[in-house]
Every structure is written in structure tokens, then in C-alpha cells.
């Protein structure tokens, strides 16, 4: 299998794609599938964010595609 990096919430990821915005959370999906990416990873940060439902949720359902 070919994986992402991971997907995190917030600002500072360090190694980490870290985002608080859907629209950046789809693009970067999008991104690493075109790449070939079949797992896409996902932090704990994720959720611990006021947004992480939309983020996960808009993320996943790309992800699944």
C-alpha cells in the first residue's frame, strides 16, 4: 500500500499536514490519491478541532472515492 502523510488539526504538524480548514483537508486527499496514496492517515488532532467533523467528514468522503 501507498500512504499519506498524516492529516492533523491545527496549525503546527510539525512532519504533519496540519489544517483547520475542509477545503485544505480535501486538497491535500486529493493530492496523495492522484499520487497513488490508497491509506490516508489521520491524527488524533484531527478531532480537537472546532471544525473536525466537517475536515474529517469532508476528507473521508473524498478519501473513499
Known amino acids: 500500500h501507498v500512504t499519506s502523510p498524516y492529516l492533523t488539526g ?3 504538524g510539525g512532519e504533519m499536514f496540519a489544517t483547520e480548514e475542509p477545503a485544505a483537508a480535501k486538497a ?21 478541532l472546532d471544525k473536525a467533523m466537517e475536515n474529517s467528514r469532508s476528507a473521508i468522503t473524498l478519501a473513499q472515492r
Open 28 to 48: 491535500f486527499v486529493s493530492y496523495w490519491a492522484h499520487e497513488g496514496a490508497t491509506w490516508i492517515k489521520f491524527y488524533a488532532d484531527i478531532f480537537c
Open 10 to 12: 491545527g496549525t503546527d
